[in-house]
C-alpha cells in the first residue's frame, strides 16, 4: 500500500528565515510526486511535478527536490503570503490515476 | 488551466437527508474527480466520473451512498446520501492537466485543478 508522510505537521517561521518542509513516502514504483499548496477554505493548488531521484524544481522561493524516499519543498527567505498548508502526493507507476496524499504541513510566516 | 465553480460552497445538513453538489469546469474534460478531505486529514479519492459511463468508484466508496452523475464533458454532481456527522467533510471536484510528454516522458497525470471545494457539516 502506498504511504505518505509528511512533517512536521505545523511550522512557525519568522519571514525570511529559510526552512525546509519534508514528505517522506512508500509506493510501489513512483510515477510522480506532487507538491500543492492548500489556502484556507480553497482547493489544493498545483505546486511541482517530480519524476525521479535527483530531480529539482523551483518556483519563486520554492524548490522541491527528490530523492528514493522523500521529497523535500526547501522555502528560501519566506513572506507571510508563504503561508498556507503545502500537500505532498504520490502516484504509483502501476495505479492510472489515483493519488495518495499526505496529511499536509501547514506553514505560517510571521512578519 | 481549468477553472472549477463548485456549489454549494458549505451547507449545514440534517442526519438523514441527502445533498447534491455540483462541478461546472470551463472546458471540456475527459474525466473528472471527487475527493473527500475531512478535517484534519488528507485528501482521498472518492471516485472518477467519466461521461458516458458509469462512475469508478474507490475501496471503500459504493455509489449507493455517494452517486455521481456525469451528464456531458463540463459537468458533474456528487450527492451525499443518508447524510449522517461522519460525512462531514469537505469534498472537491478536481480535473486534469492536459495529457502530453514532459521531459521526454508521458506526464504523470496527477497535476489536478481543484474547485474550492464545498465545506457539510452534518448535525
Known amino acids: 500500500e502506498d504511504q505518505v508522510t509528511q512533517s512536521p505537521e505545523a511550522l512557525r517561521l519568522q519571514e525570511g528565515e529559510s526552512s525546509s518542509l519534508n514528505c517522506s513516502y512508500t509506493?510501489?514504483?513512483?510515477?510522480?510526486l506532487f507538491w500543492y499548496r492548500q489556502d484556507p477554505g480553497k482547493g489544493p493548488e498545483f505546486l511541482f511535478t517530480?519524476?525521479?531521484a535527483g530531480e529539482e524544481k523551483e518556483k519563486e522561493r520554492l524548490k522541491a527536490t527528490l530523492t528514493k524516499k522523500e521529497s523535500f519543498l526547501h522555502i528560501t527567505a519566506p513572506k507571510p503570503e508563504d503561508s498556507a498548508t503545502y500537500l505532498c502526493?504520490?502516484?504509483?507507476?502501476?495505479?492510472?490515476?489515483?493519488?495518495?496524499f499526505g496529511s499536509g504541513t501547514q506553514l505560517t510566516v510571521l512578519p | 488551466s481549468a477553472v472549477i465553480s463548485q456549489k454549494p460552497s458549505r451547507d449545514i445538513c440534517q442526519r438523514g437527508t441527502s445533498l447534491t453538489i455540483q462541478c461546472q469546469v470551463d472546458s471540456q474534460v475527459t474525466m473528472m474527480f471527487w475527493y473527500r478531505q475531512q478535517p484534519g486529514q488528507s485528501l482521498t479519492l472518492i471516485a472518477t466520473a467519466n461521461q458516458g459511463s458509469e462512475a469508478t468508484y474507490e475501496s471503500g466508496f459504493v455509489i449507493d451512498k455517494f452517486p455521481i452523475s456525469r451528464p456531458n464533458l463540463t459537468f458533474s454532481t456528487l450527492t451525499v446520501s443518508n447524510m449522517s456527522p461522519e460525512d462531514s467533510s469537505i469534498y472537491l471536484c478536481?480535473?486534469?492537466?492536459?495529457?502530453?510528454?514532459?521531459?521526454?516522458?508521458?506526464?504523470?497525470?496527477?497535476?489536478?485543478?481543484f474547485g474550492e471545494g464545498s465545506r457539510l457539516t452534518v448535525l
Open positions: 509506493v510501489s514504483g513512483l510515477r510522480g
Open positions: 502526493a504520490v502516484q504509483a507507476s502501476g495505479s492510472a490515476r489515483q493519488l495518495t
Open positions: 517530480l519524476y525521479s
Open positions: 478536481s480535473v486534469e492537466d492536459g495529457s502530453g510528454l514532459a521531459g521526454g516522458r508521458p506526464r504523470a497525470t496527477g497535476e489536478l485543478f
